[in-house]
């Protein structure tokens, strides 16, 4: 039997299968003209999965009216795709079929991975940094005890709006401290996350899978005009020592408020130690440090390749596991 996981997302979606041996992301954002329905179409006819776990967290995305505009389009593209072999995992980290009240399915790719950390781990702040966003998840006997919206987890500090990849350097920093003296930056969308961690060396190449801010390339020079951008300057006017002081500030910016993020949580849940995935685990794993917490790597538990696709993998062996129990 193939169990395969699908964490359909705004921008990207991630597959797995339950024993790990498929791992794909397919970098498609639902707010332009997305080829979603005909990829899973492909997917299911290449990869003919016996049983498929969903989580949804696109339905957000702006070319929906609303979210439950974006939840039925995206069920309608799986099912056309996958027809009955699909289940949902809602915000409460369960099973459905089909769900009387769709948004339970809304923004849930957390309470899958939750699921599975809770069980295999036990009591944690679960941190997954993605391209776009970062999930602070409190998890007590083996389950979260996380608000069920995105709306709500926000107001908790459960989410933290802020990724490895598309987050705009703007909405990180107002102001950068440079040779020259304090620097204010553009809130255009110049440079994004993705660039300073291509070049810190913090990510590969390959990882940086969504499009730049300016559609051109990511090798180093290209990447450090975008940053100079950012204060509303080129190459010509701030030197590759300058660029790569921005880019070191924003990371410190980014690490601190993720830890501030954390602390929140643990000190609300009394909770402190961390399971760090996602493509930002390098940051959460700092953060842990900063707090003097122990840090578990889904990387070394699972491997790299499902720490970066984990809510996937979790919905696969939650439907495997499911098929076991019946």
Not at 115 to 129: A, H, M, T
Not at 264 to 269: A, G, L, Q
Request: aromatic share 6%; glycine share 8%.
């Amino acid at each position: 039997m193939r169990y395969l996981g699908i964490d359909i997302g705004g921008a990207n979606t991630k597959i797995a299968s339950s024993d790990g041996t498929i791992v794909e992301l397919h970098y498609l954002p639902l707010w332009k003209d997305t080829t979603l329905p005909q990829t899973l179409k492909d997917i299911a006819k290449r990869l003919k999965p016996d049983m498929v776990g969903v989580v949804i967290t696109g339905e957000l995305a702006d070319c929906f009216e609303d979210k439950l505009h974006g939840l039925k389009f995206i069920m309608q593209a799986v099912e056309d795709a996958f027809g009955w072999k699909v289940c949902y995992i809602g915000i409460g980290g369960d099973i459905h079929r089909h769900s009387d009240e769709l948004r339970n399915l809304a923004a849930a790719n957390w309470a899958a991975s939750s699921r599975l950390i809770g069980e295999e781990i036990g009591d944690c702040i679960f941190v997954d940094v993605g391209s776009t966003t970062s999930d602070i998840i409190p998890i007590v006997n083996a389950k979260h005890v996380a608000s069920t919206t995105d709306f709500k987890r926000l107001l908790a500090s459960e989410l933290a709006y802020m990724g490895t990849l598309r987050t705009n350097l703007a909405a990180l920093v107002n102001k950068v401290e440079l040779k020259q003296g304090t620097c204010r930056v553009s809130s255009e969308l110049f440079t994004t996350t993705g660039d300073v961690y291509l070049l810190l060396g913090d990510i590969m190449p390959e990882t940086y899978t969504c499009a730049t801010a300016d559609g051109a390339g990511k090798s180093r020079l290209e990447t450090m005009r975008r940053l100079a951008r950012l204060v509303c300057a080129d190459l010509e006017e701030i030197s590759e020592d300058d660029v790569m002081e921005i880019a070191h500030q924003v990371k410190e910016k980014q690490i601190s408020l993720l830890v501030e993020a954390i602390s929140i949580v643990s000190e609300k849940h009394g909770i402190h130690r961390i399971v760090a995935a996602g493509i930002g685990e390098f940051m959460i794993i700092e953060a842990a440090g900063r707090l003097g917490m122990e840090c578990i790597s889904v990387a070394d538990k699972w491997g790299k390749d499902i720490s970066d696709v984990f809510p996937a993998y979790a919905a696969a062996w939650m439907i495997e596991r499911n098929a076991e129990l019946r």
